[in-house]
């Protein structure tokens, strides 16, 4: 798990990068720096959008980690302003998308091969294009960042949600590997509240034809496969295989193939 949070804070940006193997103890508050400086170059470019739907930009991109930090992580429009929908913000979400500032995942309302005739587009997940990025942005409004700090969250000394972490990495190798993020979420209208959460759905060719790759990722030791048990059962015919992208050891449960996260590129 250190080095997973070595990454978590160093990020993929090459100059991120460089600026930590460069600094003579392996400073996180020299790529901190960096990553500050690529932030503010992001603001900037968002500031030369058209002015129709630069503050829909900027709205989405500032709570790109409160809504990561949700247990559904899905972006509410309502709670952006009254009256709004996704049509509101079809741009926004392109804009984001192209710019790979960010990876967005539509949620598949009947999950086939072909997931994008399917996609439900008022039900979105937006998560950070790198995930040392999406920490600075977490801590933005701190002036500077105490490398004690980083020192704490290295050592996991530090409360703080890696979860989302977790699956932002998670979603920054799967968009690198070429998918199309995707994911299922089926809503239960009596007990109100979602009956089914799959976070991630991949459709690969096989020898024979198409199939559906359900991925759930688990950020800690102890986890239920209860939703993704419910997707397997329902969905039998259509699935290819099932993953569960966690902090263990490579092994196979009841059918379930379960990888380390730095095997997720080869999904």
Partial sequence: ????????????????????????????SATERVKRNILNLYKQDIMKIDGSYRSKVAAIFDQIPALL????????????????SFESYRETFFWLSESM???VAFNSRDPEVG????EDRTYVKCYMGDTGLLLSHVFRENE???????????LGRLSINEGMF???VIAQCLTASGHRLFSYTKFDPVAKRNA??????????????NKIFPVEVKSTDRYSTKSLDMFREKYSRRIGGSYIIHTGAYAQKNGITC?????????
Avoid: T, W
């Fill in 1 to 28: 798990m250190l080095l997973f949070r070595e990454y978590m804070i160093v990020g993929g940006m090459p100059q991120s990068v460089i600026a930590y193997i460069e600094s003579p103890i392996r400073s996180f």
């Fill in 69 to 84: 930090s949700r247990h559904e992580k899905r972006v509410i429009y309502n709670e952006i302003a009254d009256g709004s």
């Fill in 101 to 103: 500032m960010a990876n």
């Fill in 115 to 118: 997931l994008g005739l399917n």
């Fill in 144 to 154: 500077k960042v105490d490398s004690n700090l980083y020192k704490e969250l290295y």
């Fill in 166 to 168: 977790f699956e932002n």
């Fill in 196 to 209: 089914m959460e799959i976070d991630f759905i991949l459709s690969k060719g096989g020898k024979i034809r």
């Fill in 259 to 267: 990888i380390p996260c730095y095997m997720a590129f080869l999904l």
